[in-house]
């Protein structure tokens, strides 16, 4: 029998999440408009928060954490769609399931890219949150990066399930945020939670308990994710 | 049991429905390396299902698929290492050139040496001079012989084709027609779904006629396709 | 592979045990307004714990069904364990509702307030959103496997999503009463309208029963009929 040109190395597990999350970045950098959107959209919530308060009665304190974590939270689910829309083309998706690649690892590699995007979102969306609503944040940028990161982690992984799911549906759009915002609210809890003490430079002693809460989501979610990502693909 | 006595792909009661309906009511055949099995029947028959299942894309609602005597499982991604599937949909981006479609494919197959394969898959194809335009600019032509230059990169035992010779002008079916003899002379099996048996018939070994989900024939291919055509106008009667 | 009596036994056996349960139900009317005494602070309306926390718990068991049963159908595949859940999940809607509307109602003269954002209140409004969603998603797919893997999903998931939700909202502060029931210690109602209350809660587990059987009974027809149909 004649061997084909396979392999199975030791970064079999590590090799196609990290192809499928390269190939979306490729495309997404090559056509821009989804990206672009989803950032303009994120700082189009951050301007409608301004106008929606009375700053006389609301202060800047005390609205930023909320403001942050609603803009987030809407902003990573818009960066979702696109994910498993540009896979209907040409039923690229088949070549996907075709290859000799577990599920998990297209899962994986559609919740890394999908972290990049969202990652990207944020990223525009912390200065211009700084500038709008007058946030000093000093050394708290760094405890601020750490749990963006870990909440965002947990809105992207189900929402990467769940977008996989609707985009068969005719209503995507509107079926992903209906589905999707229960399971969003133990980490944006977490996260505002978390945030207002670190503004307000609270110790870290304060925070300890909202961080497990958003690792532990984190965790058990990622993990449920990866394994019951076969039921949602598989024909 | 010897290596060599184990068939290449075996079905055994195979089965699929769409909803309630079933599209394949219970197949069975084996398939030995060197062997082109051409499936022939009208649209609907379930022709596409078939090679899906035997691709592994869908699940059967009953029976096995067996690849060189090893059951075929969607959670053992191991298995699907030895099949290429050809279909209608090239399973490529447009957005991406011809190359960058190739690199993935090496990637996801996790391919040894990928650069040369894909200069020779691409060089095999004809397409040098478009290699590294975006694929949506490809004419349908080529992107057919790009479709198959992706589809069996990784050089796959067993070749599963769905109408193969769509958009190909004479020169380049002629290319492909000559490519599966090769193929089929190494050793490895292929199952090729067509309407105009004609195409390959001197190619073929075994041919098989798709009727309310079973076998209407299925039996090594006569010599005189005259003769087929007439039995399968009978076979596929309504 | 379901034969349309299955369905009908189900909805006929399920219809007898609604029918039973109705009675306790009335039975609980009468013990809950003539012969468990007044509750000092809260007055009549704290009658109304007698629907509400069962109604909660019957949520409850309906979500916690639909997560082991959708475990059970990825892993058997069997599509009336689909069924079962899909009929679990309208059920625990229900239940979903009257405690969301019983809550307000007692909320009021008590509190003062509509609605209080405590922990168990806003875990029945998610658990309420999630079943919806569930509901939504099942109606937008046509295909059938494709509906009941989506929704096994779905069902896992949100079983996984409630001690989450319950230890995120929990850590709020909280207006609903601290738990008087379910404490380590004797718990410190009186025992006439604990009894009461525990059988409150046998009344809404007998009701949630005896409506996924009727429910699911229907499911059951509903299948073996398309089957029929397209079998023709």
Redesign the interface.
């Known amino acids: 029998m004649s061997d084909p040109a396979s392999v199975v190395s030791e970064d079999a597990f590590l090799r196609p999440i990290l192809a499928v999350a390269a190939k979306d970045l490729r495309l997404e950098l090559r056509g821009k408009t989804g990206l672009l959107s989803a950032v303009m959209f994120a700082a189009l919530v951050l301007i409608i928060f301004n106008f929606s308060r009375d700053i006389t009665l609301v202060s800047n304190v005390d609205f930023a954490p909320s403001v942050l974590w609603v803009t987030f939270a809407f902003g990573s689910v818009v960066t979702l769609n696109r994910a498993f829309h540009l896979e209907r083309e040409n039923a690229a998706f088949d070549g996907l399931r075709l290859a000799p690649v577990s599920r998990s690892s297209i899962y994986l590699g559609k919740l890394l890219a999908n972290l990049v995007f969202a990652g990207i979102m944020e990223l525009v969306t912390v200065p211009l949150f700084i500038l709008f609503f007058d946030v000093s944040m000093g050394r708290a940028w760094l405890g601020v990066a750490g749990v963006t990161a870990l909440a965002t982690i947990g809105f992207v992984s189900v929402g990467t399930v769940f977008s996989a799911m609707v985009v068969r549906t005719r209503f995507a759009e509107l079926m992903l945020p209906v589905l999707l915002l229960p399971f969003m609210v133990p980490p944006l809890i977490g996260a505002t939670q978390a945030t207002t003490r670190l503004l307000a430079g609270r110790p870290l002693s304060e925070l300890w308990g909202w961080l497990r809460l958003l690792a532990l989501f984190d965790i058990v979610f990622v993990t449920l994710c990866a394994l019951t990502f076969w039921a949602v693909v598989d024909e | 049991m010897q290596?060599a006595e184990v068939p290449l792909l075996e079905a055994r009661r195979l089965e699929r429905r769409f909803?309630?309906?079933p599209i394949l009511r219970g197949l069975d055949f084996t398939l030995q390396?060197g062997d082109v099995l051409l499936v022939v029947g009208e649209n609907g028959t379930g022709k596409t299902t078939l090679l899906r299942l035997l691709?592994?894309?869908?699940?059967p609602t009953a029976g096995q698929v067996l690849f060189?005597g090893t059951p075929l499982q969607?959670?053992d991604?191991?298995?699907?290492?030895?099949?290429?599937?050809l279909?209608h949909?090239?399973?490529?981006?447009?957005?991406?050139t011809l190359r960058?479609n190739l690199v993935?494919?090496a990637?996801?197959?996790?391919?040894?040496?990928p650069g040369k394969?894909i200069d020779s898959a691409i060089s095999a194809a004809g397409l040098e001079a478009r290699a590294d335009d975006r694929l949506g600019r490809l004419s349908r032509g080529m992107l057919q012989r790009a479709a198959i230059a992706?589809a069996f990169?990784?050089?796959?035992?067993l070749l599963l084709l769905d109408e193969p010779f769509t958009a190909l002008d004479t020169a380049s079916a002629e290319r492909v027609r000559a490519w599966l003899a090769g193929q089929a002379a190494?050793?490895?099996g292929i199952i090729l779904v067509t309407h105009q048996p004609s195409e390959v018939w001197d190619l073929a070994t075994h041919v098989g006629v798709l009727a309310a989900g079973r076998w209407g024939i299925f039996e090594p291919r006569p010599p005189n396709i005259a003769d087929f055509d007439r039995r399968y106008r009978e076979a596929t009667r309504v | 592979m379901s034969t349309p009596s299955a369905g009908r036994s189900a909805i006929r056996n399920g219809l007898r045990l609604t029918l039973f349960g109705l009675c306790l139900l009335a039975g609980i009317y009468v013990l809950a307004l003539h012969y468990t005494p007044m509750e000092i602070r809260q007055g009549l309306a704290q009658k109304i714990f007698y629907l509400h926390a069962p109604a909660a718990w019957s949520a409850l068991l309906a979500f916690v069904f639909v997560g082991i049963v959708s475990v059970l159908y990825l892993w058997l595949q069997d599509p009336r364990l689909d069924l079962f859940a899909a009929s679990s999940v309208e059920v625990g809607l229900v239940f979903c509702m009257v405690m969301l509307t019983t809550g307000p109602i007692w909320a009021r003269p008590v509190w003062g307030t509509w609605w209080t954002w405590d922990p168990r209140l806003t875990l029945t409004l998610l658990l309420f959103f999630i079943f919806l969603g569930y509901l939504a998603l099942r109606a937008a797919l046509t295909d059938r496997s494709e509906r009941a893997r989506f929704s096994a999903v779905i069902g896992i998931m949100g079983l996984l999503l409630v001690p989450f939700i319950h230890l995120s909202v929990y850590l709020f502060r909280t207006m609903h009463p601290t738990p008087i029931v379910l404490k380590p210690s004797a718990p410190s109602l009186p025992p006439v309208m604990l009894t009461t209350l525990l059988a409150s809660f046998g009344v809404a587990t007998v009701l949630y029963i005896a409506f996924v059987m009727v429910r699911y009974g229907l499911a059951l027809e509903a299948f073996a009929r398309e089957e029929a149909d397209l079998a023709a």
């Open positions: 290596l909803g309630v309906s390396r691709a592994g894309l869908l699940r060189q969607s959670s991604p191991a298995g699907r290492r030895f099949t290429g599937l279909s949909q090239s399973h490529m981006y447009d957005e991406l960058e993935f494919a990637r996801l197959h996790g391919l040894e040496n394969l992706r990169l990784h050089q796959p035992s190494s050793g490895h």
